[in-house]
């Protein structure tokens, strides 16, 4: 079976920083494009970046643009969210995906076919 698992979330005051580590199993991990979603309550899932197979493109959100960054690990099955000058407006639940696509990469969460569970980013000021 495939699985993400995402981990790293916690509390964090504004200003601090959190890496969010995505591990991948069952599947071909350099074969897919891999994406970053969140979701705070009440509001849409958000996309926030996606990194293509091989590390070498990735497109971000505005709204996280110069603040976060993603990288990957193909030998690891392994991609990062690494986050800084974290706001209480990123407050949310974080969802790593992964994407068949090879011809270019997505920003709409309806064309990533797994996902994990999601892991809790609290951010207090």
């Known amino acids: 079976q495939v699985l993400l698992v995402e981990s790293g979330g916690g509390l964090v005051q504004a200003g601090g920083s959190l890496r969010l580590t995505c591990a991948a199993s069952?599947?071909?991990?350099?074969?897919?494009?891999m994406g970053w979603f969140r979701q705070a309550p009440g509001k849409e899932r958000e996309f926030i970046g996606t990194?293509?197979?091989?590390?070498?493109?990735?497109i971000y959100a505005d709204s996280v643009k110069g603040r976060f960054s993603i990288s990957r690990d193909n030998a690891k099955n392994t991609v990062f969210l690494q986050m800084n000058s974290l706001a209480p407006e990123d407050t949310a639940v974080y969802y790593c995906?992964?994407?068949?696509?090879?011809?270019?990469?997505?920003?709409?969460?309806?064309?990533?076919?797994?996902w994990g569970q999601g892991t809790q980013v609290t951010v207090s000021s």
């Open positions: 995906a992964a994407d068949q696509t090879v011809a270019y990469l997505n920003i709409h969460e309806n064309e990533y076919e797994y």
């Open positions: 069952g599947l071909i991990f350099s074969k897919y494009a």
């Open positions: 990194i293509a197979r091989t590390g070498a493109r990735t």
